[in-house]
């Protein structure tokens, strides 16, 4: 094991000499800064978050500290994207003992209407030509996000969709970069609300890590959520991306993800399996809907089976029972570039007039 070598006056540790590295770096780094003004500092970081939101962006202060830190208040880019505080260091000690540039960013009060940003447009590159640049790997890089206070309004569909965080830490390890990204997340979140229209879902504690791949997508290792509506828990089977899913919420949450689902109330229960990509994944779940209500449905049991493949999507084994009547059936439709729709069903029907009223239709024709 190597402790160091000798010296007049002793031994000096390899991580001191590391630690000696650093500074000298940082030192050389920091020379040309006579020469860049901080407001040209400021007016560079400032462009760069204008590219991003597609607005002209100022701040109310501005300030650069050595070695390595950067801290801007009250940020605004016209109505997009407000800030109270953003500040940014390399974390030296922390980069030594990882072997790796460790960053941390904090952002406080942050109001962002991803609706109205307009990304200004890249310069065209020709195909081919960045395949002819060398980009050389960079070291491993560590990023930690810490944030309070955010609202965001996402464009998740036309009515609006905002979500609220009052806590969030969100830590990003690249593993490797240049010939492709690997990349190990975690996240964290504290009272989290997520609102579409009329309809809001709470989240009293928010947990997920995963990994993203190159070329490969977005995995998910663990992944735990609760809260008054919902209770959920994520737990990858194996390293090639399959998740075991179990949940137990309220229906009606379900109406806050998608406008063709309506509000149902009752208690869901899923359990399943998912695989491959969070991006486009394979679904395999058994759903049940207990003492259901849905319009003049009331006390219901609803379970099925849901399984979802590219735009194939299936409901097989669904059962329906009430106290008028009850169903089965399976149901498979593919969204693909000819879209398909099979269903096939049987009921039985114990009491007509309470069946019918179900249906809206008020008694029995006469004969």
Request: hydrophobic share 45%; glycine share 10%; with cysteine.
């Amino acid at each position: 094991m190597l402790r160091g070598f000798g010296t007049q006056r002793g031994t000096i540790g390899w991580g001191w000499l590391l630690l000696l590295f650093a500074v000298l770096v940082a030192l050389l780094l920091l020379l040309p800064l006579p020469q860049l003004s901080l407001d040209r500092i400021r007016a560079r970081l400032l462009d760069q978050i204008s590219e991003v939101t597609g607005h002209p962006c100022e701040v109310g202060s501005f300030a650069f500290y050595l070695p390595a830190k950067v801290v801007a208040r009250n940020l605004y880019c016209g109505d997009v994207l407000i800030a109270d505080e953003l500040a940014g260091h390399v974390s030296w000690w922390s980069s030594l003992r990882q072997a790796r540039i460790v960053v941390t960013v904090r952002a406080v009060d942050v109001q962002a209407d991803f609706t109205r940003m307009v990304p200004r447009r890249a310069d065209y590159v020709a195909p081919g030509e960045a395949d002819r640049e060398w980009n050389p790997p960079l070291p491993g890089l560590t990023v930690l996000l810490q944030g309070s206070r955010w609202r965001m309004t996402l464009p998740y569909d036309e009515g609006g969709t905002t979500l609220v965080i009052s806590s969030l830490v969100l830590s990003a390890r690249v593993n490797s970069m240049g010939g492709g990204e690997d990349i190990g997340w975690s996240l964290a979140g504290a009272d989290v609300t997520w609102t579409r229209r009329e309809h809001s879902v709470s989240v009293d504690r928010l947990q997920l890590a995963g990994r993203w791949k190159s070329y490969q997508g977005l995995f998910l290792d663990t992944g735990e959520m609760t809260g008054p509506q919902v209770s959920l828990r994520l737990t990858a089977v194996d390293d090639r991306g399959e998740v075991s899913v179990r949940s137990y919420m309220d229906a009606a949450v379900l109406a806050a993800f998608s406008e063709h689902i309506p509000v149902i109330h009752g208690q869901l229960f899923v359990a399943g399996r998912l695989r491959g990509s969070l991006l486009d994944p394979e679904v395999d779940v058994f759903f049940r809907v207990s003492e259901g209500a849905w319009h003049g449905l009331e006390r219901a049991n609803l379970r099925a089976r849901f399984a979802r493949v590219g735009p194939s999507l299936r409901f097989s084994a669904v059962h329906l029972r009430h106290t008028a009547f009850r169903g089965t059936a399976n149901v498979e439709f593919s969204l693909g570039d000819r879209p398909t729709l099979l269903i096939a069903a049987r009921s039985v029907v114990s009491l007509p007039d309470r069946a019918l009223e179900v249906a809206g239709v008020k008694g029995l024709p006469p004969i």
